[in-house]
């Protein structure tokens, strides 16, 4: 018999795919112990199932120490190999879940988002949700949600509404940026000494109830000192 037709049968069977999930986990973790509490199973358990899905592909998955686990060349191949399908059969079910949904959905954000993130990803979403119908509204204001018919919106804000449904989406990177010509003009690389006679660009209102020059402050604070007096000038979006 072809070995490798030999190997291939075995992979079909339902417990060689139950070492399959548990090598995944493993791997994924480089830890029997961390597979251990994802599975509710004991490392010894989970290192018996490794061991017996060695035994059976006939390669070394993983390099055991006594602290310590890590992949093989050839275990990081199966790994990959196993996360791509495991990957691909998770979105064919997600798309399959998602064809049943339909309606309406309002999203109200400011217009950066929008520009940036929400209409990039809209083919995206048209394609995983083809019987919604989406309507993206802008503005630099919190609304009402109820009172403008909106369904969901995206603030930059740490402190939602405790009337509301909040769901965190990412963490806000904030840091100066310029042109090389005007870095060389004012003579910004490798020093900040300058910045306070630079002219700063606001916006008016990046976060709820903020005065204008919020941003540049926090930064700051963190990075180069209190600005005595922050010049520039100011827009409700970039």
């Given at each position: 018999m072809d070995p490798l037709r030999e190997v291939r049968n075995r992979?079909?069977?339902?417990?060689?795919?139950?070492?399959?999930?548990?090598?995944?986990?493993?791997?994924?973790?480089q830890s029997f112990a961390l597979a251990a509490?994802?599975?509710?199973?004991s490392p010894s358990a989970v290192s018996h199932r490794i061991n017996q899905l060695e035994d059976e592909l006939g390669i070394q998955l993983f390099v055991r120490s006594h602290r310590k686990v890590e992949l093989t060349h050839e275990g990081k191949r199966v790994f990959w190999?196993?996360?791509?399908?495991?990957?691909?059969?998770?979105?064919?079910?997600?798309?399959?879940?998602?064809?049943?949904?339909s309606g309406t959905l309002t999203v109200y954000s400011r217009p950066s988002i929008a520009q940036c993130w929400l209409v990039p990803a809209l083919g995206d979403f048209t394609r995983r949700y083809p019987s919604i119908s989406l309507t993206i509204l802008t503005g630099n204001d919190n609304v009402n949600l109820q009172r403008a018919g909106v369904d969901l919106a995206i603030y930059f804000d740490d402190a939602p509404s405790a009337q509301l449904?909040?769901?965190?989406?990412?963490?806000?990177?904030?840091?100066?940026?310029?042109?090389?010509?005007y870095a060389r003009r004012h003579d910004l690389t490798g020093s900040l000494v300058n910045?306070?006679?630079?002219?700063?660009?606001?916006?008016?209102?990046?976060?709820?109830?903020?005065?204008?020059?919020?941003?540049?402050?926090?930064?700051?604070?963190?990075?180069?000192g209190e600005f005595a007096d922050i010049i520039g000038d100011w827009f409700r979006s970039f």
């Open positions: 992979l079909l069977n339902g417990w060689q795919l139950s070492k399959l999930y548990t090598f995944e986990v493993a791997a994924r973790h509490d994802e599975l509710s199973l190999a196993l996360k791509s399908s495991l990957d691909t059969l998770n979105q064919e079910i997600l798309d399959i879940k998602n064809q049943e949904l449904t909040h769901h965190f989406l990412m963490d806000e990177e904030i840091l100066p940026v310029c042109s090389p010509d910045l306070p006679h630079c002219t700063l660009l606001h916006d008016r209102q990046a976060w709820s109830n903020d005065s204008g020059t919020d941003e540049w402050h926090s930064w700051a604070q963190h990075f180069f």
